[in-house]
């Protein structure tokens, strides 16, 4: 059974910092491109950011381009998203997600794509 695990989240200030982590068991994540979503009360869940398997092309959505980073441990089977300069506008619950057949480019912010998720943990951005 494959299961991913977030965690990580919790109640910050604006302009704190927060890194969150998606553990992977009952698969081997190494194999799969690894997404990050969020979806804030009332809105559609949307795409954060992904890493491809070999943790060699990464792709953000425009507004945490250059204050999240997404890596990745395969030896651990573990994701991470490091965000900085937290907005309250950042407020969601956040999911990672993991794509089994592969994608690139704008094809990995399809939320279509992901076949397993996670069950999300909460970040809160306060002003």
């Known amino acids: 059974q494959v299961q991913l695990v977030e965690s990580g989240g919790g109640l910050v200030q604006a302009g704190d910092s927060l890194r969150l982590s998606c553990a992977a068991s009952?698969?081997?994540?190494?194999?799969?491109?690894v997404g990050w979503f969020r979806q804030a009360p009332g809105k559609e869940r949307w795409f954060v950011a992904a890493i491809e398997k070999s943790g060699g092309r990464t792709y953000y959505e425009h507004s945490v381009e250059g204050r999240f980073t997404i890596s990745r441990d395969n030896a651990k089977n573990t994701v991470y998203l490091q965000m900085n300069n937290l907005k309250p506008e950042d407020t969601a619950e956040y999911y990672c997600?993991?794509?089994?057949?592969?994608?690139?480019?704008?094809?990995?912010?399809?939320?279509?794509?992901?076949?397993?998720w996670g069950q999300g943990t909460q970040v809160t951005v306060s002003s």
């Open positions: 997600a993991a794509n089994t057949l592969g994608c690139s480019g704008y094809g990995c912010y399809s939320k279509s794509g992901y076949d397993y």
């Open positions: 009952g698969r081997t994540f190494s194999e799969d491109v």
